[in-house]
């Protein structure tokens, strides 16, 4: 419904969780069986109930069986239209989500508000594009591509320890840093302005165009910093969906 807010902590859906306009999602240790779907909803956050937990495997708390599409996100704006000095700021609508296990898709489209990706486990792609908000996309690891085209707003692509497909970039034109990932596809950068930054990527395949040079000389798995896995491994997309409480 419009303009409803929705808080789920420990919750179990089997169906899809939609989302309209000017409505915001905030789920704790969730599992949905079917899609998270948001159209020009204020923000959508996914993360667990332990801020303090430090095992990726232990962090990760949350499942959605289907995909996770974010689209056309407002930019933040009080309701009597004036930003204030202090206090909120886009910001306070960012989406997020982190330590989930996405079977399907993670699609961004045309999002006016930042978002970050963290600690994730996805078994599909990551596809932003047309967003004007920043993105980070931090710490996942990912069996499909990371693919972010035609953005406006500033993207990091940082630390993803398991890149299974490739990493595209192609058109942005509000910066673009890969950094410290390992990646088994391909490094693809064409048509970026400015051209993108970063380096000491692990890429099995090829570096190509503009992303030549952001990787070490000699590929090796001890070059690649910023390992998300900690004391415990990736979890395989295969783990059991978690228990959420009741």
């Known amino acids: 419904e419009e303009g409803k807010d929705c808080t789920l902590t420990g919750t179990m859906v089997y169906g899809n969780v939609l989302l309209y306009k000017d409505s915001s999602l905030t789920a704790y240790d969730v599992y949905i069986e079917g899609n998270i779907e948001a159209y020009m909803a204020k923000y959508v956050r996914l993360s667990n109930s332990n801020a303090g937990c430090m095992d990726s495997a232990e962090c990760m708390?949350?499942?959605?069986?289907?995909?996770?599409?974010?689209?056309?996100?407002?930019e933040y704006m009080p309701e009597d239209g004036?930003?204030?000095?202090?206090?909120?700021?886009?910001?306070?609508?960012?989406?997020?989500?982190k330590y989930t296990m996405v079977d399907g898709n993670i699609q961004l489209y045309e999002?006016?508000?930042p978002i970050t990706l963290f600690g994730n486990y996805v078994t599909g792609d990551i596809q932003a594009s047309y967003n004007w908000g920043d993105l980070l996309i931090e710490m996942n690891a990912v069996e499909g591509n990371i693919q972010v085209e035609e953005t406006k707003g500033s993207n990091e692509i940082a630390q993803n320890y398991d890149v299974t497909g490739d990493v595209p970039a192609f058109y942005n034109w509000g910066g673009v840093t890969i950094e410290s990932n390992k990646i088994y596809g391909?490094?693809?950068?064409?048509?970026?302005n400015p051209m993108p930054?970063?380096?000491?990527?692990?890429?099995?395949?090829?570096?190509?165009?503009?992303?030549?040079?952001?990787?070490?000389?000699?590929?090796?798995?001890?070059?690649?910093?910023?390992?998300?896995?900690?004391?415990?491994?990736?979890?395989?997309?295969?783990?059991?969906?978690?228990?959420?409480s009741a």
């Open 197 to 244: 930054y970063g380096g000491d990527n692990w890429v099995d395949g090829n570096k190509e165009d503009q992303c030549e040079y952001l990787s070490p000389e000699s590929d090796s798995d001890d070059q690649v910093s910023g390992s998300a896995t900690g004391s415990g491994a990736a979890p395989s997309s295969s783990a059991a969906a978690p228990a959420p």
């Open 61 to 74: 708390t949350s499942k959605v069986v289907g995909d996770i599409k974010i689209e056309f996100a407002p």
């Open 82 to 97: 004036i930003m204030p000095d202090e206090g909120m700021t886009s910001n306070d609508w960012e989406s997020h989500v």
């Open 186 to 192: 391909n490094l693809q950068c064409e048509g970026n």
């Open 111 to 113: 999002n006016w508000n």
